[in-house]
């Protein structure tokens, strides 16, 4: 299997440089039959990555440790799920990954797209196989995934104790969907760029591509939160990790676009902001994804240092040229149609969205780079912590919760002052009220304060706009309430679907807002029915406790029974894993409510007095964040549903192309 699936990757490697030239000199021949054999290389060039990725999966649930890959990342306890995530631990195994996630994004554009948007899917594919093939050249002599060694262990190493948590066989696949899906808006716009068909047909192909590759970006950014919360015990979810950071910034920058897109659709505005924002988008994927292999920063997440960094830096370098390249070359011909009208109307609150969020972004690459360019510089490498991150996000961050609660308030090209003040005045009671309910409580954290009522100005906001609607709908009708509002959503699905994201984005900052300012901890080293506090919760430590809760595992830890104001709700058990290979990893006991968590971590226990050393943190509304990221999930699905007016305009696109198909 190892020897199948290496000739697959480097018969790929051929199909895709065949795709390329098909493709690309089909264009410019204007030779259908060679377009087509192009796309049809796309499928070949996917069924050969597709079975390189059996092969290899094959090789490590055969438990093939002469492969240098299985007995790194594998081992025979390891469990079948974890197996299977196995093809993503490794360096070499997750650009095969990445490359089959992207070679299939590749074939299912031209399968979508057999009848659509010919003028522009040659140039789509040359660009989709163009990074498909910077991909096959890594994994087929950089970072290829079955090379064998000298001899055969017994035994592999296993997966690192950390990864073997259920959200990292969820987590890296979102992410990489995310990332690699950047590259489909891409494609497009470079193909838009360089045929100068530069419409409004390249976006709206690609909006509903780009949505999917944000909410899975995003879902990756908060599962990978999760993760980090439950399995590396120290009562957090996000530390402003290099890795992490890397996720964020496109995944803002692709924010930045989903919002102004909404502009040049309506009003035929910032076109030169929006193809600039797609290739951003991309580029800092690309970037990340340098980030992540190259071994040039150190975190938890990144991989060793290896060779593949200067392809990655050169293939990065080669995209900034041809992209910037074919933008300016077409500047004037993207030029708007129409000016902003007034600075108070829903234009500009757009415009300032999309300040922000590329201010954050850049903010935050600032902050990811810094330690790399200060070392390349100077020679000296400068950390930068989370103080700075915090420092500068936090402001950002509440402003735009307030422009979210404000854009829905303000009308399109000018606002009407009258209007303006009907509209605002419920959800600014709301703001009010909850500050001076806030402040009665004896709250004093100004960001708490702030952040709070922020959110319940733009909770009523986004409440106002169903109810406005509704209300509007019915009168024009006569629908009854709950007909009228079923007709509202279904025919404006991403309209509304963006107000629910709204609304899981401000739970996830109530969530921070209260785990942050609140948090609380404590440490203790107690004998057998000694007890520590804190907040509300008492622990008393009862005996210790051991299990094989892994297959590949032993457990050993120590039961608390647990009181809340006096009276007992329950036991945790935090403590350690051991694993059969010598690794170990803690295991965190969470009391999960709607109020707080509290969050227990055995750090030590000497066996010769019989005491243990326990750590608590009380974090307040923390389960907000995943709430919201579930509710933000709900309104991502919802704005990619095709509404009433995208499947006209989609039956009437296929009738066009099967009449002038017939023609």
Known sequence: MAEFGTLCLFIALAAAGWSVLASFNGWRAGLGQLVLSGERAVYATWALVLLAVIALESCIFANRFDLEYVASYSNRDLPAVFKVAALWAGQSGSLLFWLFI????????????????????????????????????????????????????????????????????????????????????????????????????????????????????????????????????????????????????????????????????????????????????????????????????????????????????????????????????????????????????????????????????????????????????????????????NEVMIPIALLLVTLAGICPVIAWRRASARKLVERIQVPLGALLGTAAALLLAGVRDIYAIVSFSLSAFVIATTAMEFVWGTRARRKATGESTARAFRSLLDRNKRRYGGFIVHLGFILIMIGVTGSSAFKQEATATLKRGEAFSIGRYSMTFDDMDSGTPHPNADFTGARLLVSANGRRVGTLVPGMNFYKTGQTSTEVAIRYTLRDDLYTIMTGFDPQTGQATLKAYLNPLINWIWIGGAVLILGSWFAMLPDLRDRRRDIEARLQAVASHAA
């Open 102 to 389: 992207l070679i299939s994004y590749a074939a299912l554009i031209v399968l979508l797209n057999r009848r659509r948007n010919r003028p522009l899917m040659p140039l789509v594919v040359t660009t989709l196989m163009l990074v498909a093939m910077f991909f096959l050249v890594l994994v087929n002599f950089m970072a290829r995934p079955f090379v064998r060694l000298h001899f055969a262990p017994v035994d592999g190493n296993g997966m690192n104790p950390q990864l073997q948590n259920i959200f990292m066989a969820i987590h890296p696949p979102c992410l990489y969907i995310g990332y690699v899906g950047l590259t489909v808006p891409f494609a497009f716009a470079m193909a838009a760029l360089a045929t100068g068909k530069l419409g409004d047909t390249w976006f709206r192909t690609t909006r509903r591509w780009t949505i999917f590759s944000w909410f899975f970006l995003g879902t990756g950014i908060l599962l990978g939160g999760w993760w980090a919360y439950e399995e590396l015990g120290w009562g957090g979810y996000w530390a402003w990790d290099p890795v992490e950071n890397a996720s964020l910034i496109p995944w803002l920058t692709c924010t930045a676009f989903l919002h102004s897109v909404m502009i040049e659709e309506r009003k035929k505005m910032l076109r030169v902001w929006n193809i600039t924002l797609v290739i951003m988008s991309f580029l800092l994927a690309v970037l990340g994804t340098f980030i992540t292999r190259s071994g040039i920063i150190s975190s938890v997440h990144s991989f060793t240092k290896s060779d593949i960094g200067p392809l990655f830096a050169g293939f990065l370098g080669v995209s900034i040229v041809v992209s910037v390249g074919l933008l300016l070359h077409r500047l004037p011909a993207l030029q708007s149609e129409h000016r902003l009208d007034s600075f108070v109307s829903r234009e500009s609150t757009f415009l300032f969205n999309n300040l922000l969020l590329v201010g954050a972004a850049f903010a935050v690459l600032w902050g990811t780079l810094f330690p790399i360019l200060s070392e390349a510089v100077r020679g000296v490498k400068i950390t930068v912590g989370a103080p700075f991150f």
